[in-house]
C-alpha cells in the first residue's frame, strides 16, 4: 500500500459505527474493537510511525467536525 500512495490517495472502508471511532479525538487508533463492516468511506493519504503504535495510516474522512 505505500508504494501505491506515492502515485494516488487509497480508499477504505470502516466500520462508523463503532466506539473507536465516534469517540476519535486525536491519535493514533490501535483498538481491537474497530468493527469489520464497512458503513463509511475513507481515504488513506499517507502514512507514519509513532514510538508507542508503531507503524499508522493518515485517513481523511469527509465525516462532520463532530464525528472523527
Keep these: ?39 463509511h468511506f475513507v481515504l488513506i493519504i499517507g502514512w507514519g510511525n509513532d514510538s508507542v503504535a508503531g507503524d499508522f495510516w493518515f485517513v481523511k474522512t469527509s465525516a462532520s467536525t463532530t464525528n472523527g
Design 1 to 39: 500500500m505505500i508504494d501505491a500512495l506515492s502515485y494516488a490517495p487509497i480508499t477504505a472502508g470502516v466500520d462508523a459505527t463503532s466506539t473507536e471511532w465516534n469517540s476519535y479525538t486525536g491519535g493514533v487508533v490501535t483498538g481491537a474493537q474497530c468493527g469489520t463492516s464497512p458503513t
